[in-house]
């Protein structure tokens, strides 16, 4: 044991014919512990890094932006051009960060659930109304299917966020002029509510549906097309946020084309 360190955590106790039960036992518990130290190591190591690599981009996109104002004879309008793209940098640097709060939250289990009865009809009646503007601007044909009443115990503001995450990356990922479907319903004989938002666009190849809600992962090009890619975090924190209701969320391919993001949440 006095070998195994930060440096050196695949180390494990060498477990001998000639050992006791009661040894045998202690040296199996130490390197099952070992195993899961590991483990938690190396998703923080992981961790670390994506989260280094995803600020810096970001962040060297915005000193540039800065130096070429400072250094360039710029008219006023020019100015106000630059200092709109510096904003929307920063922006998303600010949500990136909140993101990264809430995923940190998650993970230590200080999630304090401000649970309230909610019917998610209402819910998703005014989340259609905000991304309507959206999806026809696009020309993408926005569609919603809905029980008038699906009433679940849940915090709403957690659950506009899942709900309106997926919304609108379905309208983000579909070109223009495909469509957009939300449907919502309740399964008494399954204690469920049911969301789900399908799209008719690239879709998601097989291999890639396992690893979407992974921290980070974003999938190739085909899926996003020219929409700008984000910072691979919306779907974790859906999941995160759809699990802490004791709910699940999964994607599955469609049978024509596209994708479906299919969130269960306990009716009780």
């Known amino acids: 044991t006095d070998g195994i360190n930060a440096q050196n955590l ?9 050992a ?3 040894t045998r036992d202690l040296i199996t518990a130490i390197n ?10 190396g998703e923080i190591k ?20 800065i130096e070429v104002a400072l250094t360039d004879q710029i ?3 020019e100015y106000h051009r630059v200092l709109h793209d510096c904003m929307e940098q920063v922006n998303g640097l600010i949500k990136m960060v909140n993101d990264l709060f809430l995923i940190s ?11 309230s ?4 009809s209402e819910v998703l009646d005014d989340l259609y109304d905000f991304f309507l503007p959206l999806a026809r601007e696009k020309r993408i044909q926005c569609a919603m ?19 309106s995450n997926l919304i609108e990356n379905g309208i983000k990922f579909t070109p223009e002029g495909g469509a957009v479907t939300m449907r919502l319903s309740a399964d008494d004989d399954d204690a469920a509510a049911t969301f789900t938002v399908s799209d008719n666009g690239p879709g998601i190849a097989e291999a890639e549906l396992p690893h979407i809600f992974n921290r980070f992962y974003r999938v190739d090009k085909a899926r996003t097309g020219s929409a700008p890619r984000g910072s691979g975090l919306g779907l974790y924190i859906c999941k995160q946020i759809a699990e802490a209701h004791g709910g699940s969320i999964a994607a599955e391919s469609n049978k024509d084309k596209g994708v479906s993001f299919i969130v269960k949440l306990p009716i009780n």
Request: net charge neutral.
């Open 117 to 120: 009865d909610l019917n998610l």
């Open 10 to 18: 695949r180390q494990r106790l060498p477990l001998t014919p000639a």
């Open 32 to 41: 099952a512990m070992m195993d899961r130290l590991e483990k938690a190591f």
């Open 75 to 77: 008219a006023g309008e």
């Open 145 to 163: 299917e809905r029980s008038d009443i699906v009433r679940v115990k849940a915090d709403k503001t957690k659950i506009y966020q899942l709900m």
């Open 46 to 65: 992981c961790f670390t890094s994506d989260v280094s690599h995803e600020l810096r981009n970001p962040l060297f996109a915005l000193k540039g932006t």
């Open 105 to 115: 939250r998650f993970e230590l289990k200080n999630v304090a659930l401000e649970l």
């Open 20 to 22: 006791g039960d009661e």
